[in-house]
């Protein structure tokens, strides 16, 4: 059941099951290969040309739950009471995000991931809700990789080329990792994803992401009722979301998760006033 409240409280931290509209993908109406132009398109291009659809969902909060859901099973994973040497302040600046931040996040995927061995982190993306931030929350059900994709990654960011190769045939996974910039429990545009366990192939369809001086993919994640949304409330700068979005193992053995689906909502409980949502996720290649 599925409960609104409507406050003026601005210190009101929505949690419990929800309801909201997400946005999904659709086709380009003349049935050609989708893409999105990642910044400005060339002259007489759309940005995209495929559609996006809006849907109600039902979301159901994971906080209380967090141990029920795994990075093998779910391709998400939730942890808590991580520790931390960063401030608020570190992340104005990206040299500093590097130097204090990538050495915890690289630690804790070894030693919250069986079986890894190596780490390359190959970027991070700052997300504020305010009107003048460069990058807002993404607000339509995507999965930021597909397999040709990763195995790019590992080419584009594996520096010896022999050693890339090699890392190759064994197991790889790209996994982000996402957190709040601040202590205070995230209030509003919290993140919503799909267990992988409850989304279909067929749902997942592959972009061309069109950078200036390359092309990757991503994939839009199509409208199915069976799958299962989920979020986290009112996440604090304590607690890390992990977010699997490629796993070589997944090809092999149908158990595990390879994609999670997610999407910035806005959850029509957000209280007046609320704290605009600030994050950060970071992008790693997960070896082993």
């Not at 946005?23 to 910044?39: L, R």
């Not at 003048?132 to 790019?152: C, F, G, K, L």
């Amino acid at each position: 059941m599925t409960t609104t409240i409507t406050t003026t409280v601005p210190s009101y931290v929505p949690r419990g099951p929800t309801a909201a509209e997400l946005t999904f993908y659709a086709p380009p109406p003349d049935k050609t290969a989708p893409f999105n132009y990642v910044e400005t398109p060339p002259p007489g291009h759309p940005q995209r040309n495929y559609r996006e659809v809006p849907h109600n969902v039902s979301l159901n909060d994971i906080r209380g739950d967090e141990a029920q859901f795994t990075l093998d099973k779910d391709a998400f994973q939730a942890l808590q009471h991580i520790p931390t040497a960063t401030t608020y302040t570190t992340f104005d600046s990206d040299a500093a995000v590097r130097d204090t931040y990538y050495p915890e996040v690289e630690a804790l995927l070894l030693n919250h991931l069986p079986g890894a061995h190596k780490i390359v982190l190959f970027d991070h993306t700052i997300r504020r809700q305010t009107p003048d931030a460069p990058r807002q929350p993404v607000t339509r059900a995507h999965v930021d990789q597909t397999a040709r994709a990763a195995e790019e990654r590992v080419r584009l960011h594996v520096a010896d080329p022999a050693e890339a190769e090699a890392l190759l045939q064994g197991r790889y996974r790209i996994v982000n990792v996402w957190r709040s910039l601040s202590d205070e429990p995230v209030q509003s545009a919290p993140l919503a994803f799909a267990s992988a366990a409850s989304v279909d192939a067929a749902d997942l369809v592959p972009i061309q992401h069109r950078y200036p001086n390359r092309t990757g993919e991503t994939m839009g994640v199509q409208f199915n009722p069976a799958q299962k949304w989920l979020y986290w409330s009112g996440m604090t700068g304590e607690e890390r979301l992990l977010l699997k979005c490629s796993d070589t193992q997944a090809r092999s053995d149908p158990a595990i998760g390879q994609w999670v689906p997610h999407s910035a909502f806005w959850d029509p409980r957000t209280p007046e006033g609320a704290r605009p949502r600030e994050s950060i996720e970071v992008r790693a290649l997960v070896f082993g």
